[in-house]
């Protein structure tokens, strides 16, 4: 998986729904299996939340989308449910309280619609576990 990659799917675990539900039920179908690598997106989704950087972004126009992400997330519990996921798997709490800059960027998420034929993108292969 690629950096670009693993960002992406930070980013769909931090800010959307389906993804971070599929991820909870491989994980609760599967205690144990989770890898370091599902551990350590986790914790880059959960900075994902954290307060917007003052430097080092790529772009006002990710910065942007970053925050537009964190306030319609609000909705869903996504905060909640990811330190959930994370205590789950007994990862160490983040001290951190501000993004990263070098993950604020211009990353589009799936459309997030409630029609009954709408399914997640594919899991990437490396971290498929079934």
């Not at 160490?92 to 589009?108: F, L, N, Q, S, Y």
Request: charged fraction near 20%.
């Amino acid at each position: 998986m690629t950096s670009r990659e693993r960002l992406q799917y930070a980013y769909e675990l931090a800010f959307y729904p389906p993804r971070l539900n599929e991820v909870w039920h491989r994980i609760s179908k599967h205690p144990g299996q989770a890898g370091s690598e599902i551990g350590d997106l986790l914790d880059q989704a959960w900075l994902l939340h954290q307060g917007l950087p003052e430097r080092g972004y790529a772009s006002q126009r990710a910065l942007n989308r970053l925050a537009l992400y964190q306030a319609k997330s609000r909705a869903f519990g996504m905060v909640t449910f990811l330190g959930g996921v994370r205590r789950y798997l007994g990862r160490a709490p983040i001290d951190t309280r501000v993004v990263p800059g070098h993950m604020v960027r211009d990353i589009g998420l799936p459309q997030l619609c409630r029609s009954l034929n709408s399914v997640c993108p594919p899991v990437p292969s490396s971290l498929s576990q079934d």
